[in-house]
């Protein structure tokens, strides 16, 4: 698959520590990309990077595989975590002016925002100065902003901080929208959940190192411990032979978490429980959350 | 370069379009107006209470007329004082003036007695005093046998008449002084304009700092493309303002003079009772001045005045900006950051004013040929007809360490819009200097 942005052995030093340490990963087309990490990992220092703000002391970026260049900018929309525009400047005004820095002229960047306002249902907002508009609001201005010029790569930092679960949501389709449109999205986050939720693949930074990366369905498998959840009917006869083989962590509820030992399958356990006289109502293998992962690779990192 | 210029219209409009700067502009010059009627008024009248005086002349010299300001009424009487007394009881007079004995010829001092126990205004005592002055000089210039004219003769105006050698330029006793006029207008003006914008140019960088736009602008424009567009946009606006006053403020002028009927042009030095003659000459000398002025090198004093100001100003609003970058909130850390950017515009204006009086002493030669100091002090000696020399390396100087200022200026914006709750301190921003991209 075409990569739209690749990094290879990125590094940034300031002058008494290392921002980014030989950071290197690909972000294919259409795909949503998760850049995560604790703060202070690098995220923001990479994100910079890659939007042209400071320069790489190593390693080279590739934006649809021609080396980064001035142009770039325009082919990369960047939502920042700290979201900032005029306060004082009217909504249509400013959206207007933002989109020409990004290189549109001024009847198409019209033409499209009205299409986005229009969608957002804010074209009403037009004339209003951002001074006026709740937090809410402003995030859908911001994002309206970045995503105008139909980039080829979208950068969002923390974009559903602060928004309330309707905004949030909304915002959230809209990325996918825009992903089956074939845009590519770097999403730069420390919310697991939402990661798990949107992202396909992912790299983990902890002090501008990278701890791991892939596919996250196979990162959550290469993870996972042997653990089971068994829903059932009927009582459990704990001291009956047929409990070799798992150890029962839980029992609770009528569910059960059990891990099983390296030679037990799952069949071989199902077949046990049944022998013990058990009615399984449901069966289903537990992977650890990208949150769990997380916290326990950073941790061992930092030690 | 087109983002620049999207950068500078913008920065112009916002400002242009805004109900203050539209407030200030046009109140600015209607204040003006109304200080200088109020100030007029104010010259104009003293007190306005009509006071009967009555004048006891026992020698005659005022030959039964004397003539003051308008508010005091005098009356002759020959009756003793205690009769006029009794009027002043009445309260129809509010004092005596009397004259017990003519005045010694060969005396400078003559006291003559004013009855009352109400003060005069200082205002009216000195114009009774000079109006009784006047009578006693005819008096002694009769008893004397002495001709007025002669008298008038005695005193004579020295005027050095200045005449070139090998200059074809016709240089009078008046060049100097409206040179220096222009020179210090222009200079003040200079340093205003600078001051004035190159904050506002601070304060804009601060804003975008603060409410954290900047990321988003640096994201799609280089951030020297940003500031460039920045210091431009504000520069457009001083110049819109100015242009506005230059013909706002005379056309008022001339609306003022027209309403009210006031000659505003005459509040400065009013002579307290011209002569028709001096009125006369002072016409004469307002043509003499309109033909200096005609003859001032205006092609050359005009462009380069203006390009002095667009590099003084570059310089200037760069490093205003730069410090602008460095504080973020604080506007106190801005206080201290600005005082070496005050300190040679401050220097300038002062320099300027001595080369008003000197424009060829060697510290106004020198300061207008230095950078920073040139953009105000060459400017000021510009009428003075400099020579061509000096001209040209001061403005080659100007124009190399402009660029140096701003590319600098542009190195620490750099790096200070990004920077945030670091104290900026001097070192620091010499460190940002040499940061790599």
Redesign the interface.
């Known amino acids: 698959m075409e990569s739209v942005l690749s990094l290879q052995g990125i590094v940034k030093k300031y002058?008494n520590h290392i921002a980014v340490n030989n950071i290197s990963f690909e972000v294919e087309k259409g795909t949503i990309f998760g850049l995560l990490g604790p703060n202070g990992a690098g995220k923001t220092s990479l994100i910079?990077i890659i939007?042209?703000?400071?320069?790489a002391?190593e390693g080279t970026i590739l934006i649809n595989g021609e080396k980064l260049h001035?142009l770039h900018?325009?082919k990369?929309g960047?939502?920042?975590e700290?979201?900032?525009?005029?306060?004082?400047?009217k909504v249509g005004e400013q959206l207007i002016?933002?989109a020409?820095?990004?290189g549109l002229p001024y009847r198409e960047a019209k033409q499209k925002l009205t299409a986005w306002m229009k969608k957002f249902d804010i074209l009403s907002w037009w004339d209003k100065k951002i001074s006026d508009l709740s937090k809410g609001m402003q995030q859908k201005v911001?994002f309206i902003?970045t995503v105008v010029h139909e980039p080829a790569l979208i950068i969002l930092d923390e974009p559903f901080s602060g928004l309330d679960p309707i905004n949030a949501n909304l915002i959230k389709d809209e990325i996918f929208a825009l992903k089956e449109k074939g845009t590519s999205i770097l999403f730069s986050t420390h919310r697991m959940e939402q990661v798990e939720e949107i992202c396909e693949k992912i790299i983990l930074v902890n002090k501008g190192h990278k701890i791991l990366d892939g596919n996250v369905q196979e990162i959550k498998q290469s993870f996972k411990e042997n653990l089971f959840s068994v829903k059932y009917q009927g009582i459990l006869d704990v001291t009956a032979p047929q409990t070799t083989g798992y150890t029962i962590m839980e029992n609770k509820n009528n569910t059960l978490m059990l891990k099983l030992d390296s030679d037990t399958s799952p069949n071989m356990l199902l077949k046990k429980l049944m022998e013990n006289g058990l009615e399984i109502l449901h069966f289903n293998e537990v992977l650890p959350s990208l949150n769990d992962i997380f916290i326990k690779q950073v941790e061992q990192n930092n030690e | 370069m087109s983002k620049i210029w999207l950068i500078t219209q913008r920065e112009y409009l916002s400002r242009v379009l805004n109900k203050t700067f539209i407030l200030t502009t046009l109140l600015t010059p209607l204040g003006f107006m109304i200080f200088f009627i109020v100030l007029g008024f104010i010259m104009n009248t003293g007190s306005d209470k009509v006071k009967n005086i009555v004048v006891a002349d026992r020698t005659g010299i005022l030959e039964g007329e004397l003539k003051s300001r308008d508010n005091l009424v005098f009356t002759f009487s020959d009756s003793p004082l205690d009769q006029l007394f009794l009027k002043y009881e009445k309260q129809e007079v509010v004092g005596i003036l009397e004259l017990s004995s003519a005045p010694d010829t060969m005396q400078k001092k003559y006291n003559v007695q004013y009855y009352s126990d109400d003060q005069l205004g200082i205002d009216e005592i000195f114009s009774i005093e000079k109006a009784i002055g006047k009578k006693v000089r005819n008096f002694k210039l009769k008893a004397q046998n002495l001709d007025e004219n002669i008298i008038a003769s005695l005193d004579t105006e020295v005027t050095i008449e200045p005449k070139t050698i090998k200059k074809e330029k016709n240089i009078t006793s008046l060049t100097t002084i409206v040179s220096s006029v222009i020179g210090g207008i222009v200079g003040y003006a200079l340093f205003f304009i600078i001051l004035l914008y190159g904050s506002q140019v601070m304060r804009s960088v601060m804003e975008e700092k603060i409410n954290r736009i900047i990321e988003v602008l640096i994201s799609s424009v280089k951030p020297f493309e940003l500031m460039m567009g920045k210091v431009m946009g504000v520069g457009l606006v001083g110049l819109t303002q100015i242009g506005i006053w230059i013909i706002l403020i005379p056309s008022l002028f001339f609306l003022g003079t027209l309403i009210f009927g006031i000659d505003l042009n005459a509040v400065p030095t009013m002579p307290a009772s011209g002569a028709a003659e001096e009125v006369l000459n002072q016409q004469d000398k307002i043509i003499q001045v309109l033909a200096e002025l005609k003859g001032l090198n205006w092609w050359k004093i005009l462009p380069l005045t203006l390009i002095y100001f667009f590099l003084g100003y570059f310089a200037y609003s760069a490093l205003f900006a730069a410090v602008g970058s460095a504080v973020g909130e604080d506007i106190n850390e801005a206080q201290s950051l600005t005082m070496p950017i005050m300190l040679p515009l401050i220097f300038a204006v002062y320099i300027g004013f001595s080369a008003v009086q000197a424009p060829d002493s060697s510290l106004a030669v020198y300061a207008s040929m230095t950078p920073l100091l040139s953009s105000i002090v060459m400017p000021v000696r510009l009428p003075f007809d400099p020579p061509v020399w000096q001209i040209i390396i001061s403005l080659v100087s100007l124009i190399i360490f402009t660029i140096f200022l701003v590319w600098m200026a542009g190195r620490i914006y750099r790096v200070g819009i990004l920077m945030y709750g670091k104290k900026a301190s001097f070192k620091e921003l010499g460190k940002w200097l040499f940061y790599k991209d």
């Open positions: 002058h910079r939007t042209r703000i400071t320069a002391d001035g900018p325009e990369i960047y939502m920042p700290e979201r900032g525009l005029y306060k004082k400047m002016y933002l020409q820095l990004k911001q902003a």
